[in-house]
């Protein structure tokens, strides 16, 4: 029994979603006829009360083309310095719009208004315009972990005080909203654009929605065409996309359980220096002691468990809707035998 914990972009579509994608009524997106990404567009805006989205092929293109609609080149955008948009992304800002970054450190991949203001360049031919803050709820390298949602409302006061946009990279949004209790309607009033992921929790092949105001989503189709994102009979997967839209949020409060679960078992083992506040459906721990992460993964890896060494010394494990109960058992009775 193979147990997948690298990531949550390794789920297969259920038997159920499946059933939708061939069903899927499909036309030309690149000319807007087709008919369930429409409609999948229509719907994923309508959660958070924008006008608009957009269906891209991915988080990164999604986010990137976010970024190349707020700023112009020769901008700075301000992040978390273990942000998605900055480390993970290849290069991306500076390559498709031309920005730099100011990097700040923040508390498990979060950061605050008082942060951002200290951040924000004065008006001085010298430096760079402060453009955009990207942030990420939850946070990758910050363990899952979810923001405060009155700390994004200062964060969104403080940007239209300033002028600047404000973007989420939400790739994990819906574990966040899940765990948090808040609401999609509360984070469309606050930010600009929105990027949320439906291949990795939702359980999609690919994809992920960019959703704004009607004028940021018309030039963001511009640029999805210039970075070669226009997909025609698209619908297939968009089909995809409403089916976890309808049928794959609540759920993901099953992966949440799972991931305290192993973290719990992994507390009791030496090897374990400490793990990062378990949130969602990310377990990043220390490996300290008579293994390093490598040899910890391959000691997994000997039992058909998959996980990922993030550093020298962390790895992780993500859950997701393939990931069963007897599997976290498994791996629980492994944890404890070794």
């Given at each position: 029994?193979?147990?997948?914990?690298?990531?949550d972009t390794f789920?297969?579509?259920?038997?159920?979603?499946?059933?939708?994608?061939?069903?899927?009524?499909?036309?030309?997106?690149?000319?807007?006829?087709?008919?369930?990404?429409?409609?999948?567009?229509?719907?994923?805006?309508?959660?958070?009360?924008?006008?608009?989205?957009?269906?891209?092929?991915?988080?990164?293109?999604?986010?990137?083309?976010?970024?190349?609609?707020?700023?112009?080149?020769?901008?700075?955008?301000?992040?978390?310095?273990?942000?998605?948009?900055?480390?993970?992304?290849?290069?991306?800002?500076?390559?498709?719009?031309?920005?730099?970054?100011?990097?700040?450190?923040?508390?498990?991949?979060?950061?605050?208004?008082?942060?951002?203001?200290?951040?924000?360049?004065?008006?001085?031919?010298?430096?760079?315009?402060?453009?955009?803050?990207?942030?990420?709820?939850?946070?990758?390298?910050?363990?899952?972990?979810?923001?405060?949602?009155?700390?994004?409302?200062?964060?969104s006061q403080l940007?239209?005080?300033?002028?600047?946009?404000?973007?989420?990279?939400?790739?994990?949004?819906?574990?966040?909203?899940?765990?948090?209790?808040?609401?999609?309607?509360?984070?469309?009033?606050?930010?600009?654009?929105?990027?949320?992921?439906?291949?990795?929790?939702?359980?999609?092949?690919?994809?992920?929605?960019?959703?704004?105001?009607?004028?940021?989503?018309?030039?963001?189709?511009?640029?999805?065409?210039?970075?070669?994102?226009?997909?025609?009979?698209?619908?297939?997967?968009?089909?995809?996309?409403?089916?976890?839209?309808?049928?794959?949020?609540?759920?993901?409060?099953?992966?949440?359980?799972?991931?305290?679960?192993?973290?719990?078992?992994?507390?009791?083992?030496?090897?374990?220096?400490?793990i990062m506040p378990?949130?969602?459906?990310?377990?990043?721990?220390?490996?300290?002691?008579?293994?390093?992460?490598?040899?910890?993964?391959?000691?997994?890896?000997?039992?058909?468990?998959?996980?990922?060494?993030?550093?020298?010394?962390?790895?992780?494990?993500?859950?997701?809707?393939?990931?069963?109960?007897?599997?976290?058992?498994?791996?629980?009775?492994?944890?404890?035998?070794?």
């Amino acid at each position: 029994m193979r147990i997948e914990l690298r990531s949550d972009t390794f789920t297969k579509p259920t038997a159920a979603m499946l059933n939708a994608m061939f069903k899927a009524e499909v036309g030309d997106d690149v000319f807007g006829e087709d008919p369930s990404v429409n409609l999948l567009e229509a719907r994923a805006a309508a959660i958070f009360g924008k006008p608009a989205a957009l269906y891209c092929p991915t988080g990164t293109m999604s986010n990137q083309i976010a970024i190349k609609v707020h700023t112009q080149p020769g901008d700075e955008l301000i992040c978390d310095q273990q942000a998605h948009v900055y480390i993970y992304e290849g290069g991306g800002i500076a390559f498709n719009s031309g920005c730099q970054v100011k990097a700040i450190k923040g508390d498990q991949g979060r950061i605050n208004a008082a942060q951002v203001a200290d951040a924000i360049n004065p008006d001085d031919v010298h430096k760079a315009r402060t453009s955009l803050v990207c942030l990420e709820n939850t946070s990758n390298r910050g363990g899952g972990s979810c923001y405060n949602l009155s700390d994004i409302v200062q964060i969104s006061q403080l940007c239209k005080v300033e002028g600047l946009s404000l973007h989420l990279d939400g790739a994990r949004l819906f574990n966040a909203l899940v765990a948090t209790g808040q609401s999609a309607l509360q984070y469309g009033e606050v930010f600009d654009s929105i990027s949320v992921c439906l291949n990795k929790g939702l359980g999609c092949p690919i994809g992920s929605i960019l959703i704004g105001s009607q004028e940021f989503i018309r030039k963001a189709r511009r640029i999805r065409k210039v970075f070669g994102g226009g997909m025609r009979q698209a619908g297939f997967m968009a089909a995809a996309g409403i089916y976890a839209l309808e049928h794959h949020i609540h759920r993901l409060q099953t992966d949440h359980d799972n991931a305290k679960q192993i973290a719990s078992a992994l507390l009791k083992k030496d090897f374990v220096g400490g793990i990062m506040p378990v949130e969602t459906n990310l377990v990043i721990f220390e490996v300290t002691g008579r293994f390093s992460a490598a040899e910890l993964v391959h000691r997994f890896k000997v039992n058909d468990i998959h996980c990922l060494a993030i550093s020298p010394t962390q790895i992780r494990m993500v859950t997701h809707l393939d990931i069963t109960t007897t599997m976290v058992n498994r791996l629980v009775s492994v944890i404890d035998g070794l």
